[in-house]
Every structure is written in structure tokens, then in C-alpha cells.
Nanobody, 126 residues
Framework: QVQLVESGGGLVQAGGSLRLTCAAS????????MGWFRQAPGKEREFVAA????????YYADSVKGRFTISNDNAKNTVYLQMNSLKPEDTAVYYC???????????????????WGQGTQATVSS
């Protein structure tokens, strides 16, 4: 079993930055592909960014490409989401997700991931 805990959310003005952290525990955290998703009030959960277990492959939603960066540190069992040039429409609860995966693939759909964190709120004011 894998437990995921997100942190780093908060309130920031438009144009500002936040760095989200997802800490994993529960078992040896290797060979896990990771993803970040977000859910705004009244909307479905949507894909934001994904990374393969090695960190060699990443993928982003068009809405965040060029502004957000996903990275991982397997030695620390941690994945990060650096969010720059934030916009009010980025306001949402952000969730990290994990999937055991020995290939170099990344995954973009919610049902690809069996493990989820509780989420962290990021609010961008205009």
C-alpha cells in the first residue's frame, strides 16, 4: 500500500508561484509513475502533469505547458509540481497520484492511478 501526502498549496496573486510537494510512504517507492491532477469547484478532476518513474519522460496538459514543471526525487520518495505564472483559472484542489510501473511510461487518466493523496488547495487571486 502507498500513502501520498500533498503540501505546498496556498493563496498567491496572479503571476506568482507555488511549489507543490507529494511525499510517498508505505513501501519502497521505486518504479512508480506519478501524476498531478486538479479539481475546481463544480468541475471534474482534470489531468495536469505526469512523470515516468525514472523522471525521464514528462507530459503536461496544454493549459499548463510552459508554466508548470513536474519532477521527482526517488531517493526522497517525493514528486514536485513547480507552478509559475499562475492564473486565477489555476485555482483548484491539486492531487497527486501514483501507479506502479516498470516501463518508462507516464499516464494521464484518473483511472490509470490506484493511489491518491487527499489534495492541497491552491488559490490564485486576480
Amino acid at each position: 500500500q502507498v500513502q501520498l501526502v500533498e503540501s505546498g498549496g496556498g493563496l498567491v496573486q496572479a503571476g506568482g508561484s507555488l511549489r507543490l510537494t507529494c511525499a510517498a510512504s508505505g513501501r519502497t517507492f521505486t518504479r512508480y509513475a506519478m501524476g498531478w491532477f486538479r479539481q475546481a469547484p463544480g468541475k471534474e478532476r482534470e489531468f495536469v502533469a505526469a512523470i515516468s518513474w525514472s523522471g525521464g519522460n514528462t507530459y503536461y496538459a496544454d493549459s499548463v505547458k510552459g508554466r508548470f514543471t513536474i519532477s521527482n526525487d526517488n531517493a526522497k520518495n517525493t514528486v514536485y509540481l513547480q507552478m509559475n505564472s499562475l492564473k486565477p483559472e489555476d485555482t483548484a484542489v491539486y492531487y497527486c497520484a501514483a501507479r506502479y510501473e516498470y516501463s518508462g511510461s507516464y499516464f494521464t487518466r484518473t483511472y490509470d492511478y490506484p493511489y491518491w493523496g487527499q489534495g492541497t488547495q491552491a488559490t490564485v487571486s486576480s
